[in-house]
């Protein structure tokens, strides 16, 4: 679809709860754009919805807002375990698509939409913002520049909150989520490829449900999340990077800390600090590294520190353009398989061949 400048863009939005909420605020913050239809199953949410878009069309049922055909684009940001269902319905739409993360809870499905959307005439976007956040763009252009050399390690911590509390508890189960490592940390797993520069060869990782959710148990079903685990990536080039999750650790000063070292320097990057540090070996020592503020420009932060505005800003572009999107469902099937397989691995206790678990059936 190819939109003239000034041509205002109708988004239908595909799940208004907490994201889909903010999926609406930063593309009401856009020019030229309006929400054109929501859907929801519960009224409470299609109400707030409605409350921040007057006007638009309400459905209980997606599919009553695709059979209408008054959206030009559409946001998926229903529950993880929906996606695969709505895709494949939306596909039919030829319109541009945004899925929120993940792609899907399972690789299988990664990996069918991935063959679904190989001829598909419009751009399909997944909603990996922290490729966004400012702190993070710059760390990643640095690395980009040459500032530390050849890549080596890559290092990130999340130290966080629990997991919110979701519509009808959708978000305490593996099965409605893909996992934790799947759930929350495709983000950091797609940053993770993104400056390794290669695919992945290999996963292990340990990791257990400690402290949180331990007593919750919904229809039967005691919670089944991890809360805390330690994932270690080898790729194929030969980098090497280990992610630090911790979801019971919110009394600290930055969520999330991005380290990257080649033979040349080290480059980190702190969220919320939005600091980023750069040090080059033969010039400085450690403490005396240079740093500097790297703050979002975006006219909407919202939950994301303002990434999630600098996504939709480029999707619109996509939109608009028809060029391609910068997020592809290739790199959502990479960032769930990653955590799939470090799923797998704390349930074997044993690493994970990479391709080999990307084509066991």
């Not at 209408?68 to 895709?87: L, R």
């Not at 800390?257 to 750069?278: C, F, M």
Request: contains cysteine; proline residues 4%.
């Amino acid at each position: 679809m190819t939109n003239t400048k000034d041509d205002t863009v109708g988004y239908g939005i595909i799940g208004t709860g907490m994201m889909g909420l903010e999926h609406i605020a930063n593309i009401l913050a856009l020019d030229h754009t309006r929400i054109a239809g929501i859907a929801d199953p519960e009224a409470i949410s299609r109400e707030r919805a409605l409350e921040m878009a007057p006007g638009a069309e309400t459905h209980a049922d997606y599919r009553s807002l695709l059979d209408q055909d008054s959206c030009d684009a559409y946001v998926i940001a229903s529950p993880n375990h929906t996606h695969f269902d709505i895709v494949t319905d939306l596909l039919g739409s030829n319109k541009p698509l945004l899925i929120e993360k993940p792609l899907g809870i399972s690789v299988s499905q990664c990996q069918r939409i991935v063959e679904l959307v190989a001829d598909y005439s419009a751009p399909v976007w997944i909603g990996l913002e922290y490729r966004y956040m400012a702190p993070v763009a710059k760390l990643l252009e640095e690395v980009a520049a040459g500032s530390v050399g050849q890549v080596r390690m890559i290092s990130i911590r999340e130290h966080r909150f629990p997991f919110l509390q979701k519509f009808q508890n959708w978000n305490r189960f593996n099965a409605n989520t893909g996992g934790t490592l799947v759930e929350k940390c495709c983000h950091f797993f797609d940053l993770m490829i993104l400056i390794a520069g290669s695919r992945p060869s290999r996963v292990f990782a340990s990791g257990a449900q400690d402290v949180n959710h331990l007593h919750e148990v919904y229809h039967g079903q005691q919670s089944d999340l991890l809360d805390n685990a330690f994932v270690i990536v080898d790729f194929v080039n030969g980098v090497r990077a280990c992610l630090d999750l911790c979801m019971f650790a919110e009394a600290t000063r930055n969520q999330e800390e991005i380290s990257v070292v080649g033979d040349q320097g080290k480059v980190e990057a702190l969220i919320p600090d939005d600091v980023v540090r750069i040090g080059r070996r033969g010039e400085d020592f450690i403490g005396e590294v240079a740093e500097q503020s790297v703050h979002s420009l975006a006219p909407y932060q919202g939950f994301h520190h303002g990434s999630s505005f600098i996504e939709h800003q480029r999707f619109l572009s996509c939109i608009r353009t028809g060029e391609p999107p910068e997020v592809t469902a290739t790199d959502g099937l990479l960032s769930v398989a990653i955590g799939a397989a470090a799923q797998r691995s704390i349930e074997t206790n044993l690493p994970v061949d990479f391709e080999e678990f990307l084509s066991t059936p």
